[in-house]
């Protein structure tokens, strides 16, 4: 069994995480065997009669319900980290099967950063041709993918071409910005304005060696990757903790990895130094504005803010409200509903029913014409897409950072930066 598998043994059965599971709260939810209570009692069952686990696409079928949400984590009294759970027996399974126990779809998630590094690279008519619907209409096809799924394409350019032009002014304080993958090759955009933001403030950011942060990875249970991954950028990044930099973190997947994941999988003084000198651009913005480095006015603003799972989990929502409010906008919290991505398992075809229905929920408070908010990559993706485009969302300090550059104005997409 894979690490942290017979925590499930603990289960009091209280059904507390049912009533947040967003796969659970669905019209599969009948079904026992398909709610989060259900998993662990299923788990718990086969661990107290120590059997082992019944390894089947079946079994995989039911643990892959969990999205990875962590929304569970705060309700269930017995403590029991269930994604991590989770996970572990997904690293079981593949360690039974092989890569056979992933299907083809997940096989070329798992190529993800080499992909995305190459096509940003492309000239522009080669990366519009690649990008081009048949194209794209292929690779769904062959990978398993849903008609409909929204596929990160990347818009061009790096970022480590961008901070290699870009230093950071004199007499900034520096801070080192992990981006992970999908700001340094898909949406160099939103490194581009955390710059733009923080240099407001007297922030300069460096950008130091860095890899995938291995979510992907976490995702899927391949822990053995996670840990690699882990260990380089940790080795990387205490470089610049040793220095006496902060690291930023643009993405609430890469504050949870660098946080709570690699000490976990690493269990190091070094990954535990590196976790400690994390900070989040939502923290450094909410911190910002109190003090005063950050100032504006944004009285004109009116926008819902959509509180993502891994934004609830870290806490953050409550900190960029607080922010945004302090100079002056007006915010509706979205709470409760889930976009139904769950990282990349909404994009593939077995899931997209599944995933179509949570995100449902969501756009239904959601109306076009006002500026929604969501601090997480594919719920901004999923949430456009399940719209048609109607809405438009932005990651709050995409959104900041254009309001306080161009008062009075509405954020179009907030790609407006681009890294050339
Ligand atoms: S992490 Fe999310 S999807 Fe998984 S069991 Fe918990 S609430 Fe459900
Ligand atoms: S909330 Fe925790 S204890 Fe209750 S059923 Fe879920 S996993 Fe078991």
């Known amino acids: 069994m894979g690490p942290f598998a017979d925590e499930a043994v603990r289960c009091i059965r209280c059904g507390f995480c049912n009533s947040v599971c967003p796969t659970t709260l669905t019209s599969i939810g009948y079904i026992p065997a398909r709610t989060s209570r259900g998993r662990l009692v299923l788990l718990q069952s086969a661990l107290e009669k120590g059997v082992p686990a019944p390894f089947t696409p079946r079994f995989k079928e039911l643990i892959n319900l969990c999205i990875g949400c962590l929304r569970c984590v705060s309700v269930c009294p017995a403590r029991i980290p269930i994604p991590t759970v989770m996970s572990s027996y997904r690293y079981s399974y593949l360690k039974t099967q092989g890569s056979r126990g992933l299907m083809r779809g997940e096989q070329l998630l798992t190529h993800y950063e080499s992909m995305v590094k190459s096509v940003s690279r492309l000239p522009p008519p080669l990366r519009q041709l690649i990008l081009s619907r048949p194209i794209l209409w292929i690779f769904k096809k062959v990978g398993g993918f849903a008609d409909d799924a929204p596929i990160p394409t990347p818009e061009g350019g790096t970022l480590d071409k961008y901070f290699r032009e870009n230093k950071p002014k004199p007499g900034h304080q520096i801070y080192a910005y992990f981006s992970d993958t999908f700001a340094r090759f898909v949406r160099p955009s939103i490194g581009v304005s955390a710059c733009e933001l923080l240099e407001k403030a007297g922030i300069g950011l ?29 080795e990387a990044l205490s470089e610049e903790v040793v220095k006496g930099r902060k690291i930023l973190c643009t993405s609430p997947a890469s504050t949870m990895m660098l946080r709570d994941v690699y000490p976990r999988v690493l269990d190091s003084m070094k990954s535990r130094l590196v976790a400690s000198a994390v900070v989040d651009i939502n923290e450094l913005v909410a911190s910002l504005v109190d003090s005063g480095k950050l100032q504006g006015s944004l009285n004109h603003v009116d926008c819902v803010i959509h509180s993502t799972c891994l934004s609830q989990h870290l806490h953050l929502t409550g900190q960029i409200v607080g922010a945004i409010e302090t100079l002056g906008a007006h915010v509706v919290e979205v709470v409760s509903e889930c976009c139904g991505s769950g990282g990349l398992w909404g994009l593939l075809r077995k899931n997209r029913g599944l995933s179509v229905e949570i995100g449902g929920k969501l756009v239904k408070r959601l109306k076009a014409g006002v ?50």
């Open 206 to 234: 460096a950008y130091p060696r860095q890899y995938d942060s291995g979510v992907i990875y976490w995702e899927l249970g391949l822990w053995d990757k996670v840990r690699e991954l882990a260990s380089q950028n940790v």
């Open 371 to 420: 500026t929604v908010l969501s601090y997480s990559e594919t719920c901004s993706q999923q949430v456009e897409s399940l719209t048609h485009g109607e809405i438009a969302v932005h990651l709050p300090h995409e959104a900041l950072n254009y309001w306080l550059s161009k008062p009075a104005t509405h954020p179009q997409a907030a790609h407006t930066s681009q890294a050339t």
